[in-house]
């Protein structure tokens, strides 16, 4: 027995050893591959997802700024119409205003004075007149500052001619009563 030859026995065993491990060796680079592949392939729909909601948000982000421009476009608008309102609310609280000047004009100016011109820029009026004496000129200031519509008299010119005993120019304050009860309240 000692002539017994193993080695073919051991050579057909190395082999089939060495096909067994390239097999494996094979299986797993394919499983490795396959494995890679998919997770790339995940990956890449992960990335296409996202970017499909991306695209989404990108579009509702667009329609939300055309929304947002449309309202500051209104609040425009809503300003624009609240100042026209103020300014009509304006002109009609001061609408009485002229009356009461008017009125007021007729009822200070004393006997022997009379006025040649009236100028008004706001609240600020001038007027010019003739006086037949300077007496007369500080009682229309007195009686402006009596009045419940007008007020702070100040003289800034009174001349003399022979055809007229004084020419005057005055200033004064036209009250706006209403603005006081506002105050008041």
Same mark, same amino acid.
């Given at each position: 027995?000692?002539?017994?030859?193993?080695?073919?026995?051991?050579?057909?065993?190395?082999?089939?050893?060495?096909?067994?491990?390239?097999?494996?060796?094979?299986?797993?680079?394919?499983?490795?591959?396959?494995?890679?592949?998919?997770?790339?392939?995940?990956?890449? !729909?992960?990335?296409?997802?996202?970017?499909?909601?991306?695209?989404?948000?990108?579009?509702?982000?667009?329609?939300?700024?055309?929304?947002?421009?449309?309202?500051? !476009?209104?609040? +425009?608008?809503?300003?624009?119409?609240?100042?026209?309102?103020?300014?009509?609310?304006?002109?009609?609280?001061?609408?009485?205003?002229?009356?009461?000047?008017?009125?007021?004009?007729?009822?200070?100016?004393?006997?022997?004075?009379?006025?040649?011109?009236?100028?008004? +820029?706001?609240?600020?009026?001038?007027?010019?007149?003739?006086?037949?004496?300077?007496?007369?000129?500080?009682?229309?200031?007195?009686?402006? !500052?009596?009045?419940?519509?007008?007020?702070?008299?100040?003289?800034?010119?009174?001349?003399?001619?022979?055809?007229?005993?004084?020419?005057?120019?005055?200033?004064? +304050?036209?009250?706006?009563?209403?603005?006081?009860?506002? !105050?008041?309240?």
């Amino acid at each position: 027995m000692a002539h017994i030859n193993l080695l073919p026995w051991r050579e057909t065993l190395r082999k089939k050893r060495q096909k067994d491990f390239g097999m494996s060796v094979l299986l797993a680079l394919i499983l490795t591959g396959a494995a890679a592949g998919g997770v790339h392939f995940y990956i890449e !729909d992960m990335i296409s997802h996202q970017g499909a909601r991306n695209g989404y948000l990108g579009q509702e982000i667009a329609i939300v700024d055309k929304k947002i421009k449309e309202i500051q !476009d209104l609040e +425009k608008q809503k300003a624009q119409l609240i100042a026209r309102m103020n300014v009509i609310q304006s002109l009609q609280g001061s609408r009485p205003q002229i009356v009461h000047l008017f009125d007021e004009l007729v009822t200070t100016i004393p006997d022997g004075t009379h006025l040649t011109k009236l100028d008004q +820029k706001g609240g600020a009026i001038t007027l010019n007149g003739v006086a037949e004496s300077n007496a007369r000129v500080s009682a229309y200031m007195r009686n402006i !500052d009596t009045s419940a519509w007008l007020g702070g008299p100040s003289l800034q010119v009174i001349t003399s001619t022979e055809r007229s005993k004084g020419i005057f120019t005055l200033t004064a +304050k036209q009250i706006d009563r209403n603005k006081e009860k506002g !105050d008041q309240q």
